[in-house]
């Protein structure tokens, strides 16, 4: 019962991520939040979660901005 709870929230999460990806709103950051919800119960999510935060390790790396950015 508590998977599916989690499922749902992090899901209604994301998909809300997603909506503000083509609406005003910080639409990357609320699916990052539903992403880190989901890998609370979820491998898949927690792959996801870690892949997401790598690729953005690397951009800053990239851009030269500093590590507390």
Request: charged fraction near 25%; avoid cysteine.
């Given at each position: 019962?508590?998977?599916?709870?989690?499922a749902l929230v992090g899901g209604t999460?994301?998909?809300?991520?997603?909506a503000m990806l083509v609406l005003p709103g910080p639409g990357m950051l609320i699916i990052a939040c539903g992403?880190?919800?989901l890998a609370?119960?979820?491998?898949?999510?927690?792959?996801?979660?870690?892949?997401?935060?790598?690729?953005v390790a690397r951009v800053r790396r990239k851009s030269g901005l500093k590590e507390w950015w």
């Open positions: 019962m508590k998977k599916f709870f989690i999460v994301v998909l809300i991520g997603i992403l880190a919800i609370t119960e979820f491998i898949w999510a927690r792959r996801a979660l870690r892949n997401a935060k790598g690729a």
